[in-house]
Nanobody, 121 residues
Framework: VHVVESGGGLVQPGGSLRLSCAVS???????IGWFLHAPGKEREAVTC????????YYAEAVKGRFTISRDNAKNTVYLQMNSLKPGDTADYYC????????????????WGQGTQVTVYP
């Protein structure tokens, strides 16, 4: 299984970015999550989407601003980030797991290399 993120960049506060997570390999009954890792902080869960029913979950800090979606035909999951804030600055990682505790990094087995998002005034 391979996971490749893309779409990061520099953006001003209030701006938008769309991150992509391209997945290859055989997957069954999985969950795909996005995590962020800011300098000097622990890795944090942002959102996830479950394969079985498409259910999604979000961290409180991004509810109403970020949206996760998937295109099964392209084996790609997207993270639409709107109303970005300087506090959103981090490396963003896509990961694949099978557990129910979506916000725990330990539940995920496959990780991408990350894509950097910088929100600057």
């Amino acid at each position: 299984v391979h996971v490749v993120e893309s779409g990061g960049g520099l953006v001003q506060p209030g701006g938008s970015l769309r991150l992509s997570c391209a997945v290859s390999g055989r997957l069954e009954n999985h969950v795909i999550g996005w995590f962020l890792h800011a300098p000097g902080k622990e890795r944090e869960a942002v959102t996830c989407i479950y394969d079985r029913d498409g259910s999604t979950y979000y961290a409180e800090a991004v509810k109403g601003r970020f949206t996760i979606s998937r295109d099964n035909a392209k084996n790609t999951v997207y993270l639409q980030m709107n109303s970005l804030k300087p506090g959103d600055t981090a490396d963003y990682y896509c990961a694949i797991g099978r557990g129910s505790r979506w916000n725990r990094p330990q539940e995920y087995s496959y990780w991408g290399q990350g894509t950097q998002v910088t929100v600057y005034p």
